[in-house]
């Protein structure tokens, strides 16, 4: 958030309002009569959601690789000479 960041009066009038405007967008899409818009949202967020059988295969295959990277890692762990102008003894 802005207001985290700066810690200024105007960051947080700022915040203020972007999360009013958030909220009035909401309010608005809720109360209004079911709009193409609303039904293009809805199955937007619909089609986000889902994970298909696919896509659940290859976070698996994501994981593994990291898996196998983290022991090659933990494997190769020597000891390294110090950085700056001191010679190791």
């Known amino acids: ?9 105007i960051a947080i009038e700022v915040n203020i309002s972007i999360m009013r405007a958030f909220v ?6 809720l109360n209004s009569t079911p709009s193409p818009l609303l039904k293009e949202l809805k199955d937007r967020i619909e089609a986000l ?9 290859k976070f698996d295959e994501i994981y593994l690789a990291l898996a ?3 022991q090659k890692n933990k494997q190769n762990n020597k000891p ?3 950085i700056g102008f001191v010679k190791p003894q």
């Open 1 to 9: 958030m802005l207001s985290g960041l700066l810690k200024s009066d």
């Open 24 to 29: 009035a967008m909401r309010q608005y899409l």
């Open 80 to 82: 390294r000479n110090p």
């Open 49 to 57: 959601e889902d994970i298909t059988e696919e896509n659940e295969e």
């Open 68 to 70: 196998q990277l983290a």
